[in-house]
């Protein structure tokens, strides 16, 4: 009988608790597990060791290390997962001494992003993250990931297995490399029709797990996917959306922050996390029954400043209220212009942050009615390429716009009120 179910993966998460960090190490693993879950693995156990910093030669200290390898065979599990980067040879070094498998928190994520990719870009993003990351850790060995079989790590974009074949990287790299610069230039394109329509641009950003497709959802019934996993988004959705105030702005619901992040990863990710970056506003949005939510918030803004966003408007969204957990007063956030309690599982609080989110764009921007005169035709081209427009109409003394204006616009435009 064949059984084609993948089997199992049992692993051991393991974590250093460094001297002066201020991330706390029993949340990070927590988090790692809810990772491993994730990506189908069932954890056996936690180990951390307070240490000054990581081992070179094999991540922890040898005495902790010959503990770990009696943990393994007690609890029967398959592989260890490491909270932190690993270099090849300390992969070797661990591999050879505790004889099974050696991931880290890099490729668990990555694992999970494989398997959640949808949309083109997506897709190529996460293989050519897996075989850098591939490539980086096999160096000299080659036959590591062969030998794992299945399982975290093994997984490519949708259905398909990960290239391991060292020889066919770098072409297979070159080669998604090219067609990531065709999928950015046609992004491009689509921003810039975006900027010109002038229709505002409002960002849903935060931690994964927050609950932004959820909030995504309930804006516009798009049929997001949201559910209680890590990293339920990798690609982005874009909406239009009209609200009862009859404006029309975009939303975008993105991809989660997470912490521990390698940089390399979040440059692999930057034409997925970018679109924050053309956005108006963020709504940042905050899971406030979280009891790490604080550390969530710097987490997200750390990021936020990695992709130059630190000087966009923020508004935090405490969401989840629903929950008793988060009947605690709500961190300060300094960095937001403003802030709203929401759920947006039970849409509460939606109508006034959305009418919060109108009138910090506002601030910016004046909704007023004008009518042109026929043969002031310059001026119609001038409102199609500046303006946003709410409505438009033929009337008999001439065109009538209602439209948000900046103010170079509104003085140029000032004369034609006729409100
Ligand atoms: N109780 C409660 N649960 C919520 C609320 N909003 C979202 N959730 C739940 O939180 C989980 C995560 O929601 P998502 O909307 O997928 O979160 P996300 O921020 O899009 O997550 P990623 O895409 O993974 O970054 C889901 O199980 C939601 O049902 C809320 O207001 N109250
Ligand atoms: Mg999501």
Same mark, same amino acid.
């Given at each position: 009988m064949y059984n084609t179910e993948e089997e199992q993966e049992r692993v051991i998460l393991v974590g250093i608790d460094f001297d002066k960090n201020d991330l706390n190490a029993e949340s990070c693993l927590d988090e790692l597990e809810e990772l491993a879950k994730t990506a189908g693995a069932v954890c056996v156990g936690k180990m951390i060791q307070k240490r000054e910093g990581i081992h070179r030669a094999h991540y922890l200290g040898k005495g902790?290390?010959?503990?770990?390898? $009696?943990?393994? *065979?007690?609890? #029967? %599990?398959?592989?260890? /997962?490491?909270?932190?980067?690993?270099?090849?040879?300390?992969?070797?070094?661990?591999?050879?001494?505790?004889?099974?498998?050696?991931?880290?928190?890099?490729?668990?994520?990555?694992?999970?992003? %494989?398997?959640?990719?949808?949309?083109?870009?997506?897709?190529?993003?996460?293989?050519?993250?897996?075989?850098?990351?591939?490539? *980086?850790?096999?160096?000299?060995?080659?036959?590591? @990931?062969?030998?794992?079989?299945?399982?975290i790590g093994t997984r490519g974009p949708g259905e398909k297995k990960l290239e391991t074949d060292? =020889?066919?990287?770098?072409? =297979?790299?070159?080669?998604?490399?090219?067609?990531?610069?065709?999928?950015?230039? =046609?992004?491009?394109?689509?921003?810039?029709?975006?900027?010109?329509?002038?229709?505002?641009? /409002?960002?849903? $950003?935060?931690?994964?797990?927050?609950?932004? *497709?959820?909030?995504?959802?309930?804006?516009?019934?798009?049929?997001?996917?949201?559910?209680?996993?890590?990293?339920?988004?990798?690609?982005?959705? !874009?909406?239009?959306?009209?609200?009862? *105030?009859?404006?029309e702005y975009l939303f975008t619901d993105t991809v989660g922050f997470i912490q521990k992040l390698p940089h390399h990863l979040i440059k692999a990710f =930057?034409? !997925? @996390?970018?679109?924050?970056?053309?956005?108006? /506003?963020?709504?940042?949005?905050?899971? %406030?029954? #979280?009891?790490?939510?604080?550390q969530h918030i710097k987490i997200v803004y750390e990021t936020l400043k990695d992709l130059g966003c630190e000087e966009k408007p923020v508004i935090t969204v405490f969401n989840k209220t629903d929950k008793a957990e988060a009947e605690t007063p709500f961190p300060k956030d300094p960095r937001a212009l403003s802030t709203q309690a929401i759920s947006a599982k039970y849409e509460k609080g939606i109508s006034e942050l959305l009418e919060k989110t109108e009138e910090i764009i506002k601030g910016f921007k004046k909704l007023i009615q004008i009518t042109i005169p026929y043969n002031k035709g310059s001026l119609i081209n001038f409102i199609h390429g500046n303006c946003e427009i709410v409505e438009s109409d033929n009337k008999p003394e001439g065109f009538f716009f209602k439209i948000y204006a900046n103010s170079e616009a509104f003085n140029r435009l000032k004369d034609y009120i006729t409100d």
């Open positions: 902790k290390l010959e503990e770990l390898k $009696a943990y393994i *065979s007690e609890t #029967n %599990a398959t592989g260890i /997962i490491c909270d932190d980067e690993l270099t090849a040879t300390q992969i070797r070094n661990m591999e050879k001494i505790l004889n099974t498998k050696i991931m880290n928190r890099t490729l668990l994520i990555l694992d999970i992003f %494989a398997s959640r990719a949808n949309s083109a870009e997506g897709k190529v993003q996460v293989e050519l993250a897996q075989l850098k990351y591939s490539l *980086s850790h096999l160096a000299g060995q080659g036959k590591s @990931l062969s030998r794992l079989g299945g399982g060292r =020889r066919n990287i770098a072409d =297979r790299i070159s080669e998604l490399n090219k067609e990531l610069k065709e999928i950015e230039k =046609r992004r491009q394109i689509i921003r810039e029709k975006r900027i010109k329509n002038k229709i505002p641009i /409002i960002a849903l $950003a935060g931690y994964t797990n927050a609950g932004k *497709s959820t909030l995504m959802n309930t804006l516009t019934n798009a049929g997001v996917l949201a559910e209680d996993k890590l990293f339920a988004t990798l690609d982005t959705t !874009t909406r239009k959306i009209k609200l009862p *105030s009859g404006a =930057r034409a !997925t @996390l970018e679109e924050v970056k053309y956005a108006d /506003i963020i709504l940042h949005i905050v899971d %406030a029954s #979280n009891p790490i939510r604080e």
